[in-house]
C-alpha cells in the first residue's frame, strides 16, 4: 500500500508540473490578454491543486495535510473569482478580445 500511495503522489507532482510548465509556455505563447489570463488560471487550479494532492498524499494524516488541504480549498474558491474579476475589469476598462480575422468569401458559389 505504502508503494502505491508513493507512486500516486509522484505521479500527482509530475503531472501539476507538467500543467505549470504548459501553462507558463502559454502565459508567452497567446496573443492577448484574455488568453493568458486562462493559461494563468489553468497553472493556478490544475498545476497547483495536483502538486498540493501530490504533497498531501506524501504527508500523510498529518497537521501538515489539513493544511495543505485548506490551501487547495481556498484556491479553487479564489482563483476563478480573482480571473472573473481580472476579466471583467478589463472589459469594463475597454479591452478587447482578439478575435479570428472574418474571410470575405462567399457562401454560395
Not at 502538486?51 to 474558491?77: N, P, R, S, Y
Not at 474579476?85 to 478575435?99: S, T, W, Y
Amino acid at each position: 500500500m505504502n508503494l502505491f500511495i508513493t507512486i500516486v503522489s509522484w505521479l500527482s507532482l509530475t503531472l501539476g508540473g507538467i500543467f505549470c510548465i504548459v501553462g507558463a509556455i502559454g502565459l508567452l505563447r497567446m496573443p492577448d490578454f484574455y488568453t493568458r489570463m486562462h493559461a494563468a488560471s489553468v497553472i493556478e487550479t490544475l498545476g497547483a491543486g495536483l502538486i498540493l494532492l501530490g504533497l498531501m498524499l506524501q504527508a500523510g494524516l498529518t497537521l501538515v495535510t489539513v493544511k495543505l488541504f485548506m490551501l487547495g480549498v481556498m484556491i479553487l474558491f479564489v482563483s476563478p473569482t480573482a480571473t472573473h474579476a481580472l476579466a471583467r475589469a478589463a472589459m469594463v476598462r475597454g479591452l478587447k478580445p482578439l478575435l479570428a480575422v472574418e474571410e470575405k468569401t462567399p457562401s454560395k458559389p
